[in-house]
C-alpha cells in the first residue's frame, strides 16, 4: 500500500519554465509534508516544507501549494534552471509518529 | 555547522555476513532516522533513535538493528544479510525539540551508504 505517489516518474521542461511536479496521498492524517532534490551520488537535500494549516507556502523560486480535500500538493519551480535537474521527493508525516513516508521520485531534466 | 556523515561509502558483502554502517548526525541534532533506498523507489523508514532509544520501526524485520549514543552518532546493523538487502542506507539527523511532541521537524540526510550483497 503505498501511502505517497508520485505518478509521474520523468519531467523535461525548458529551462526558464515552469516545472509543477505532483504528489499524491492516501493517509489524512498526513499533517506536514517536505520536498528534497537528490542529485547522483549525494543524500537528499531539504528543498522546502509544507504543514497541513497552510495551502501555501514560498521559498525563492520554489512554491508548495497543498490542496488537503485532494490529499495532493505540488511543487512549483520558477523559473527552471539546468541545474534543477534532479530527481524530487516528496515524503509525508503524522507528526505524531515522526516516520517519514516518501514517494517515489520524479526525475526533472531542464533542457538549456 | 557539520552535515550529517556516513560511512563506508561503498561496501560489498556477501548473503548471511553481518554489516555495520556508521552515521555522525549534524552537529545541534539529537534525532537519528534510518532509511533504506531501493534502486528506483523513494527512500523507506527503517527506525528512528532518541536518546539513545528506538522509537518507531518501519516494515523491517529485527535482523535490522540500531544504537544510538551519547554524543547522537548512530549504527545501523544488518545480520543474515540478503541479496534483497543491497540498496542505499540514509541516515537522517533532525533536532526534536524538548520531546518528540515539540513538532514537525525536518530530516537533514548524509550521501549514504551503497551495500551490495552478493
Known amino acids: 500500500d503505498q501511502q505517497v505517489k508520485q505518478n509521474s516518474p520523468s519531467l523535461s521542461v525548458q529551462e526558464g519554465r515552469i516545472s509543477i511536479l505532483n504528489c499524491d496521498y492516501t493517509n489524512s492524517m498526513f499533517d506536514y509534508f517536505l520536498w528534497y532534490k537528490k542529485y547522483p551520488a549525494e543524500g537528499p537535500t531539504f528543498l522546502i516544507s509544507?504543514?497541513?494549516?497552510?495551502d501555501k507556502n514560498e521559498d525563492g523560486r520554489f512554491t508548495v501549494f497543498l490542496n488537503k480535500s485532494a490529499k495532493h500538493l505540488s511543487l512549483h519551480i520558477v523559473p527552471s534552471q539546468p541545474g534543477d535537474s534532479a530527481v524530487y521527493f516528496c515524503a509525508a508525516s503524522d507528526t505524531g509518529t515522526y516516520k517519514y513516508i516518501f514517494g517515489t521520485g520524479t526525475r526533472l531534466k531542464v533542457l538549456a | 555547522e557539520t552535515g550529517v556523515t556516513q560511512s563506508p561509502t561503498h561496501l560489498i558483502k556477501t548473503r548471511g555476513q553481518q554489516v555495520t554502517l556508521r552515521c555522525s548526525s549534524q552537529?545541534?541534532?539529537?534525532?537519528v532516522s534510518w532509511y533504506q533506498q531501493a534502486l528506483g523507489q523513494g527512500p523507506q523508514f527503517i527506525f528512528q533513535?532518541?536518546?539513545?532509544?528506538?522509537?518507531g520501526r518501519g516494515n523491517f524485520p529485527p535482523r535490522f538493528s540500531g544504537l544510538q549514543f551519547p554524543n547522537y552518532s548512530s549504527e545501523l546493523n544488518v545480520n543474515a544479510l540478503e541479496l534483497d538487502d543491497s540498496a542505499l542506507y540514509l541516515c537522517?539527523?533532525?533536532?526534536?525539540?524538548?520531546?518528540?511532541?515539540?513538532?514537525?521537524?525536518?530530516?537533514?540526510f548524509g550521501a549514504g551508504s551503497r551495500l551490495t550483497v552478493l
Open positions: 533513535y532518541y536518546r539513545e532509544e528506538e522509537n
Open positions: 552537529s545541534g541534532h539529537n534525532t
Open positions: 537522517a539527523s533532525s533536532w526534536a525539540g524538548r520531546s518528540l511532541s515539540s513538532g514537525a521537524n525536518v530530516l537533514t
Open positions: 509544507i504543514s497541513s494549516i497552510k
